[in-house]
């Protein structure tokens, strides 16, 4: 996977998670952070959470979702690989939307399957990102559980 396929990929699977948590983001704001995001992959982390270019709204804070959804997500697609690798599988961007998003029938690669244990460590990656990114606990927790839940249950966990 070239840079550019990793970005879409990143896009791809970080998008649901977006447009379900964060409503106010839509799919031009979504785009436009995501360049910002991909300039500076670390920047969603360097601000005070309380303000800066990632919150915005006051009396109420709202932190804006796609920087961290997008760190969580390129995170959680490190985990899978690693474990991909570790087992002897070539993991490709098919087999990560599959993972991910749902798993079509008529597909080119061999299924990624994680077990019990591996879903526990990506949802505890997924959480730790979001809460570095200035997410509430709750939230961060929420956001863990629908990436898993996505994978295990093959697309929207609702």
Known sequence: MGLETDQD????????IVHTFSPGEDEETFALLAE?????????????HRSGPLAFGLPELMVLLTPVA??????A??????????????????????????????SKTEPLELAPQEWTELRRIVEQV????????EQAALIADAVVGRGVLGGDPR
């Open 130 to 137: 979001a809460r570095r990114g200035g997410v509430e606990p």
């Open 70 to 75: 997008l760190a969580a997500m390129t995170e």
């Open 77 to 106: 697609v490190r985990y899978v690989v690693g474990v991909g690798i570790r087992r002897g599988h070539r993991v490709t961007a098919d087999a990560l939307r599959r993972l991910f998003r749902g798993r079509p029938a008529e």
């Open 36 to 48: 910002a995001h991909f300039a500076d992959p670390t920047g969603y982390t360097t601000v005070d």
């Open 9 to 16: 990929l990143l896009r791809d699977l970080a998008w649901p």
